[in-house]
């Protein structure tokens, strides 16, 4: 909204209109089921945006629960992708054209997986990007002196973050060479302003900061781009939403920026240059949020502590511990899932379909069409509840990866609790299928977890006084 000194509303503006937004699925079903006047704004800000943008929606998918993709296998990396797709598309009618990666956290096996799905882009850290290089086009016509082809173009090191952020980049495939995804950079120290910084609490200064930003002369299409929680906006700095709705219904209209979208953008501009992402140590990847690349969500890399909390070594422990959970569960999961379906992971992926929180009457129509598609053979009932239990089984697998679980100071915090309570409830339904009982090896692994408060010992006593306790 916009107010006037009295601080009484003149305008009331619908942010969504402006810029490119995602949501967690957590969080969106719950906005639709609790606050549905704000659920369809945000539908409606996603339409009306597609009309002033060429049919390029500000709306973009995200990665289902909030996994790092590049500690994942390529199946969960696969599965996450399409159940973020198929939920985005289930809120916003269309399919999206971009991806955003939970803490940006990425490598090349992560973009491999997005190409393998056809997503369009998604969005990186500057610090993220290792070389650059001219794209070898080749000219349309046939006249060899025209040609721009060039050969043996060699790579730019842009690896200490000064990779131009003004323009959009292109990763080729190194599976299929044809194929590849677009990537912005957005601008490291604007978004560092906008998120740390006072430079928020103003819309002048704010377009004054935007102003600062260097363009290239020869360029009439520089790109300036941000990326910041969306937390930050009333949350962190209250009223700072504000700020947005002056900026962009006042400010930049009458400017000589244009608002433009990702989607359209890219539609216009195709990347000259293509770029090779960091990899990061082991392969892991790198994130926005830690500058030891992944280490936040596998080790103590230092990242989070404090004098409370001296020690994350518990991360390690905890990552080897669900790894161990999600492998044994993989093969639970095929060895019974294949007597009854073609494809166990094609199933699983196509789960996300009756995962939607619909009428049951749609859930019914839902699981006959899953069964009808991926069954072996003409199942009983209580064969096809079997089959659901093993993907129940499969999606807290999954959700026991949600990031946020290893991103604070210690293993007792709430948000490791909530990813030991999936692990609880997955081995509790693998119980219920075999009889068999993986909790004890499973708490033995993470004994070796330690928590830096002296009323937990360790993550079994953890997960015994906390977990289980809530489970009885």
Known sequence: MIVDKHDTVINRINNYEYFNFNFGPSLLHWIKNKHPGTYTNIIEADKKSTEVNGGHGNAIAMIYNHIIMPLANHRDKITQIKWGLADFK????????????????????????????NVKYTILDPSQAQFIRKINYESDTEDETSSIEIENIEWTDV???????????????????????DIIFYDGPLSKNIAFDDHIYSADKLFNRIKQVPLNESDENNLISVAVDGETFGHHKRYTERTLSYLFSEILPSSDYENVNFGNYLSENEPLFEVKVKDGDDGNG??????????????????????????QEWRKPLRESLNFLRDEHALLFESAGSQFLNNVWDARNDYINLVFEESYETYLENRKRFFKKHSKKKLTEEEKDLCIKLLEMEKFSMLMFTSCGWFFSDISGIETLQILEYAARSMEISREITGIDIEKIFLEKLSVAKSNKEEFADGKDLYLKKVKINAN
């Open 90 to 117: 289930l809120h916003f009618g269309r399919d999206s054209e971009g991806i955003w990666l939970p803490e940006t956290a990425c490598n090349s096996e992560t973009l491999e997986a997005l190409i393998e799905e």
């Open 286 to 311: 790198t994130s926005w949020s830690c500058q030891h690349g992944v280490g936040r969500w596998k080790e103590n890399c230092g990242c989070g502590r404090t004098d409370e909390y001296p020690s």
């Open 159 to 181: 690896s200490t973050g000064n990779i131009d952020t003004r323009i959009s980049y292109r990763y080729y495939s190194e599976a299929e060479e044809e194929k590849f995804i």
